[in-house]
């Protein structure tokens, strides 16, 4: 069963080292969505009226405030952008660490919620709501480009889902952690 899996994984994983300085940190939900046929991820179409990654597919998420674990931060940046309450979120574990191309250091936060949650979108943040089976990713290969950033050559991925791309970060999240769990 892939929730089990998700659970043994994050309970035994080893964070990563970061390499590079950062100069933020934020957070974001990988929320996984239980109760249908399979898992899927929820993620989010930003508006056009952010202040950044305008248009772009993601996790729910945002800039770390002062004194907030990642938990705290993944939870109350959904509640922000997805109206879903904290205690419907289970918080299963944390995910590698990441560096973004602004130089932030992002930790995603996995959690599990039912389908029959009520999702009210905020209409100044989310333009769409997605919901992408896991299994979407696991048979589909990103497509690949290379770039430089940070001072290094880095792999950036993109994934065609139905008339959306999800790129960047959260395509390489999803394909990290997607690799990870062997689904």
């Not at 997805?82 to 979120?89: D, T």
């Not at 769409?128 to 050559?153: D, I, N, Q, W």
Request: aromatic share 10%; net charge neutral.
């Amino acid at each position: 069963m892939v929730e089990g899996r998700i659970r043994e994984i994050l309970r035994t994983l080893k964070p990563r080292p970061l390499r590079f300085p950062f100069s933020g940190s934020a957070a974001v939900l990988v929320p996984i969505l239980l109760g249908g046929e399979e898992p899927t991820f929820l993620l989010t179409k930003r508006t056009d009226h952010v202040s950044t990654h305008k248009g772009q597919i993601s996790f729910p998420g945002g800039m770390q405030d002062r004194g907030e674990t990642p938990e705290v931060t993944a939870l109350r940046e959904t509640e922000e952008e997805l109206g879903v309450p904290a205690e419907r979120i289970e918080i299963v574990g944390r995910f590698q660490d990441y560096v973004a191309v602004t130089g932030w250091k992002v930790v995603p936060v996995v959690g599990f919620l039912s389908r029959r949650v009520p999702l009210e979108p905020n209409p100044g943040e989310v333009a769409r709501v997605l919901e992408v089976p896991m299994e979407f990713f696991v048979r589909t290969k990103p497509r690949v480009m290379h770039r430089f950033r940070l001072g290094r050559k880095i792999p950036i991925y993109f994934y065609d889902f139905e008339d959306e791309v999800i790129w960047g970060l959260t395509a390489a999240i999803i394909r990290d952690f997607v690799a990870l769990m062997e689904i």
